[in-house]
């Protein structure tokens, strides 16, 4: 591979005798820089970003969904749908794979293309097949991993490996609904309030959410976000003062 227009210059002195908080130092150091490194490696073997929800960009590193890139969401399948909205919304086609109880209208009220979205709502045992063949047809997959107590379709690190050099191919990327090795990033819904009780009755009509995102690039520092998941128009976006719901909140710990 050709070398970057960039480049991080590292000069290690003689350590040998040195205290051990200069130790501990030297260590910081080398850390921040291989996650430098790590980000500028991904600008340069990235070929693209697919388009992201404005609200999202920050949670990502690079602000975007990268081509070949792995994300995981953590209890949400909200937050997960939220990923696939930016690439749907500019016409690609997205697929779920292994999450049967599914809203659709939630799915569509979120702004995601019906027309263009493939559903898998029980792949059994082809599990990794059926993954694998649509990443090389649609831009973004979304799928929840099989459970651990199905030996034969258990994701190991040798099939994620494997799905990972897919995705690189093709280009696409992988949002998981739960655990997966190596991801880009992990989002993870911290906390929840509802918008829509009055004096004890009424429906639930928008929600806040905190959002916490994990990532190697960003060297152990976790980045978090306040957003409506949904919100009034039943939408994803950043939170705005909203004199006519915040009076209204109440706090509801159910994710999702």
Same mark, same amino acid.
């Given at each position: 591979?050709?070398?970057?227009?960039?480049? +991080?210059?590292?000069?290690?002195?003689?350590?040998?005798?040195?205290?051990?908080?200069?130790?501990?130092?030297?260590?910081?150091?080398?850390?921040?820089?291989?996650?430098?490194?790590?980000?500028?490696?991904?600008?340069?073997?990235?070929?693209?970003?697919?388009?992201?929800?404005?609200?999202?960009?920050?949670?990502?590193?690079?602000?975007?969904?990268?081509?070949?890139?792995?994300?995981?969401?953590?209890?949400?399948?909200?937050?997960?749908?939220?990923?696939?909205?930016?690439?749907?919304?500019?016409?690609?086609?997205?697929?779920? +794979?292994?999450?049967?109880?599914?809203?659709?209208?939630?799915?569509?009220?979120?702004?995601?293309?019906?027309?263009?979205? +493939?559903?898998?709502?029980?792949?059994?045992?082809?599990?990794?097949? +059926?993954?694998?063949?649509?990443?090389?047809?649609?831009?973004?997959?979304?799928?929840?991993?099989?459970?651990?107590?199905?030996?034969?379709?258990?994701?190991?690190?040798?099939?994620?490996?494997?799905?990972?050099?897919?995705?690189?191919?093709?280009?696409?990327?992988?949002?998981?609904?739960?655990?997966?090795?190596?991801?880009?990033?992990?989002?993870?819904?911290?906390?929840?309030?509802?918008?829509?009780?009055?004096?004890?009755?009424?429906?639930?009509?928008?929600?806040?959410?905190?959002?916490?995102?994990?990532?190697?690039?960003?060297?152990?520092?976790?980045?978090?976000?306040?957003?409506?998941?949904?919100?009034?128009?039943?939408?994803?976006?950043?939170?705005?003062?909203?004199?006519?719901?915040?009076?209204?909140?109440?706090?509801?710990?159910?994710?999702?």
């Amino acid at each position: 591979m050709a070398p970057s227009s960039s480049s +991080v210059a590292l000069t290690v002195d003689d350590d040998l005798g040195a205290p051990e908080s200069t130790l501990a130092g030297t260590t910081d150091v080398v850390r921040e820089l291989q996650a430098r490194i790590r980000v500028m490696q991904r600008t340069t073997l990235d070929t693209r970003a697919l388009p992201t929800h404005p609200a999202l960009g920050e949670l990502l590193p690079g602000g975007a969904l990268a081509a070949g890139g792995v994300y995981a969401v953590d209890n949400s399948t909200t937050l997960a749908l939220g990923l696939l909205q930016g690439p749907s919304a500019a016409g690609s086609w997205c697929a779920i +794979v292994g999450v049967p109880d599914l809203g659709v209208e939630a799915a569509a009220g979120l702004g995601l293309d019906l027309e263009r979205l +493939v559903l898998v709502p029980h792949p059994g045992e082809q599990w990794l097949s +059926v993954v694998s063949a649509l990443i090389d047809v649609v831009s973004v997959v979304l799928v929840k991993p099989p459970p651990a107590a199905q030996g034969r379709v258990r994701l190991g690190d040798a099939a994620a490996s494997r799905l990972a050099s897919r995705l690189r191919q093709r280009e696409a990327v992988l949002v998981s609904l739960g655990e997966w090795p190596r991801t880009d990033a992990r989002l993870t819904v911290t906390a929840s309030t509802w918008a829509g009780i009055g004096a004890g009755f009424g429906h639930l009509t928008a929600r806040q959410v905190t959002v916490s995102s994990a990532s190697r690039a960003w060297a152990g520092r976790a980045k978090s976000r306040r957003l409506w998941l949904p919100g009034p128009d039943q939408r994803l976006e950043s939170v705005v003062a909203r004199d006519d719901i915040a009076p209204r909140l109440v706090r509801h710990e159910v994710a999702g």
